[in-house]
Every structure is written in structure tokens, then in C-alpha cells.
């Protein structure tokens, strides 16, 4: 074919991109037509008043966030042994029914070299629990650290972002999954920087299934998603879901799209779900989204980074909460507040907020753990390495609390 214009470029106007995706996460917008009389299926689930789907009309009402409240204890967990380097980072937390325990996967942010000379970073560890507060690291002899296996490594390289229990799964020996992430400064060679898949029959022994991974990342080379998305299954869809990171460049911004997949193997392209709108500060970026199915619909964390906001840190994310009504178009709800807070300058937590894993119900209470850090020093001072160390704590609010309309 003969060079010319490119007729697909004129289905867009190219002057809205990008702000224009703003628009996505704004509940008027996306529905702007009058439905008030419209009929709404209900089932015997617990119906929520966190958008206004339910709600005909309005007349001198406010909805309020409600504020997660912190654990008095915290933080519940430090980085305590040399394989956790600077900070316990990426926790994944369960309920485990069988054993009547808590089960956390969490990674250690570190790097050091086997003596075969590969370099090693974020090893996954494992930590178990009675209550959820009081956390043991056994010692379970799998994975070499500074040639020893006493440790409570269970997979050596790699950050785990996504960890499935399956018990129905077909194969008893891959009832646990994962996807891990090899980040282009892991283990030398460098395997293609991307999200592998592991399974595992318990949690504790895991394998890699596959050599190439099942979503790439993306970098300056190739397409692909970025380094903090997080998947989960959605039994409401049916489908596997990656809350995923879609970074746009000249200038760097961080927004968040969604993949789907019916078997961790194959996925979608991706398609936008948030991005910063005119209702942000303007060093705003969205660095993370944490989805999940709760009663009659949907609700998720959203990590908003803020670059300019506080001395030293480019990289200060606050916590808001997101809805949505089929799983797949989200909305931010109320004002943008803070759904856990950052805390006080001189606190363990007030600055890097991180979810990373759905709440645990725990009697009539929802627990959320987070991972967070103190503010940094200077990058010139020595104090800095002390001060960017991460730890994991708690915050907990009452089953179906997170919202109330006030009269």
C-alpha cells in the first residue's frame, strides 16, 4: 500500500488524550442520563450505599467515608532477619480454614548473590499467625541464603503479585498459584522481564511452570503492563483479573487499566480504568488499584502518588476508596478521602501506603493490612537507608462500614 494519512487515526480526537480519561472513573459522567425510575435487580446480598446506584434522588444528604482505624499494636511485622533486607513488602494475607490460622506471603527487600554468582531480589517468605497480630517466621530448610537453609524463604527470586488458593483444582499439586515478577535487576541472566507463572500443592513448595512469561512488562523496549499490578480470581466474572499498571511516557504517567484472563495463561489488552482528572493536585498519578468482590458488588483501594507533595519523596501514595457495579467500570467515591490515613511525620506510616491484598473478615469487622514507611531523609543522609525501611501493619473497620449517607 501507498503511504497516507492513517484512517484510524480520525475515529479520536487526539487533543482529548490524555486527560480524557479522566472521565472513567467518574460515576455522573459515565451514566449522565436520568435513571431514577429505572428498575434495579436486588438479590438477598447486602446492598451498599457507596455510589448511587441504588438511590433515586438526593436532597441535603453527604456521603461519608468512613476511616479505616489503625491497630493499636502496629506495626505488626519489621523486618527482622538479613533475607528481609530494607522492609516486608508485596503481603499477601488468608484465612486458611483448614489449618485456623492466618498465612502471609510477603517479599523482603533486599538483593545479595548465591555463591553461583546470580543475583537474588525480593525473595518470598512466609509468615503464619493464630490471631492476625502476632506473626511467626518458621524456619523451613527450602532456599539458600549466605549458605544457609534456615530461613523462611519459599521462593528465591522475584516479587510474588498475585497468590490463588484452588482447593477444587483438578491437579492437587498445582492447588496453590502465582504470579511472580522477574524485574529486569533480577537474577543474571536476566530471564525476560515479566510475570511468571508458579504453582504449589500447600503454599510452602513452589515451582516455575513456565520459562516465558504469561504477562510481559512493560519497559523502554516493549509494550506490556508495569511493575505493581495485582491479579485475583473474581468468582462473580468468572474470570481471572489483573489490576494493572499502563504507564505512559514524555512525560512518565502512571494510570490503571484492567486484564482478563480464563486461565492465567492467556490474557486481554488491556483496557483503561483510572486515570488523574481535573479534581486532582497536579503531581497526581494513579500507582495502584486493588479490586475485589464485596457483598453485592465490588469495591477497591486506589493508590494515589502524589511527586511533589513531601521533601525528599517523589512517591508518597495515599489510599481512596473505588466502586463498581459489574467488576469492570469503576468510580472513585465521595471526596477523594483517605481511607487509611497517612499518619503522623514522626509515625512508621506517613508515607507509602500499600495495600496489595483484599480485607479478611474477622467477625463483624474487615481487617486490611498495608504496608508503609517513615518519610525520607535526605538521599545524602545516612539516616535515609534507616528511614525508607518498610513494615506491615493493620487497620480494621466494621463489616459494611465504609460508607454512610448523612442527613
Not at 458488588?297 to 521533601?311: F, I, N, Y
Request: glycine fraction near 8%.
Amino acid at each position: 500500500m501507498g503511504e497516507g494519512p492513517n484512517p484510524l487515526q480520525f475515529h479520536v480526537d487526539p487533543a482529548l488524550f490524555p486527560k480524557a480519561y479522566g472521565v472513567l472513573a467518574n460515576e455522573h459522567l459515565m451514566h449522565p442520563i436520568d435513571q431514577s425510575d429505572w428498575p434495579v435487580k436486588i438479590d438477598r446480598s447486602r446492598q451498599l450505599f457507596i455510589d448511587d446506584y441504588l438511590i433515586a434522588s438526593l436532597t441535603n444528604i453527604t456521603r461519608q467515608v468512613h476511616e479505616a482505624q489503625k491497630h493499636p499494636a502496629n506495626p505488626l511485622m519489621e523486618p527482622d532477619r538479613p533475607w528481609e533486607g530494607k522492609g516486608c513488602v508485596f503481603q499477601h494475607v488468608h484465612w486458611d480454614d483448614e489449618s485456623n490460622r492466618f498465612r502471609m506471603w510477603y517479599g523482603g527487600s533486599t538483593s545479595f548473590h548465591l555463591p553461583s554468582g546470580i543475583r537474588i531480589r525480593q525473595p518470598t517468605c512466609y509468615a503464619e499467625s493464630d490471631d492476625g497480630l502476632t506473626w511467626v517466621k518458621p524456619n523451613l530448610g527450602l532456599c539458600e541464603y549466605d549458605g544457609s537453609k534456615a530461613n523462611n524463604i519459599v521462593i528465591l527470586t522475584g516479587g510474588l503479585f498475585a497468590i490463588f488458593d484452588e482447593p477444587d483444582a483438578p491437579d492437587p499439586s498445582r492447588r496453590f498459584k502465582a504470579l511472580v515478577w522477574y524485574d529486569w535487576r533480577d537474577s543474571k541472566p536476566v530471564p525476560p522481564e515479566g510475570y511468571y507463572l508458579f504453582s504449589s500443592p500447600d503454599g510452602i513448595h513452589w515451582k516455575q511452570d513456565r520459562a516465558d512469561p504469561v504477562i510481559w512488562s512493560q519497559n523502554r523496549q516493549q509494550p506490556g503492563i508495569g511493575d505493581t499490578s495485582t491479579a485475583r480470581w473474581d468468582a462473580r466474572l468468572g474470570k481471572y483479573i489483573c489490576d494493572a499498571k499502563i504507564l505512559f511516557r514524555n512525560p512518565t504517567m502512571r494510570s490503571r487499566g484492567m486484564i482478563e484472563s480464563d486461565d492465567l495463561i492467556h490474557w486481554s489488552r488491556p483496557r483503561m480504568t483510572f486515570y488523574p482528572d481535573a479534581l486532582d493536585a497536579a503531581d497526581t498519578q494513579i500507582y495502584g488499584h486493588l479490586g475485589f468482590v464485596y457483598e453485592s458488588m465490588w469495591v477497591g483501594l486506589l493508590r494515589a502518588m502524589h511527586t511533589e507533595q513531601v521533601p525528599n519523596s517523589d512517591k508518597q501514595t495515599t489510599i481512596e476508596l473505588t466502586a463498581s457495579r459489574d467488576g469492570r467500570h469503576w468510580s472513585r467515591v465521595g471526596r477523594r478521602e483517605e481511607f487509611i490515613a497517612l499518619g503522623e511525620p514522626g509515625s512508621w506510616d506517613p508515607h507509602y501506603h500499600d495495600p496489595h491484598t483484599p480485607p479478611v473478615l474477622v467477625g463483624d469487622e474487615l481487617w486490611f493490612y498495608y504496608r508503609s514507611m517513615p518519610l525520607p531523609a535526605p538521599r545524602s543522609d545516612p539516616q535515609n537507608a534507616k528511614a525508607r525501611i518498610s513494615r506491615i501493619g493493620l487497620s480494621s473497620l466494621r463489616r459494611d462500614g465504609l460508607v454512610s449517607l448523612n442527613g
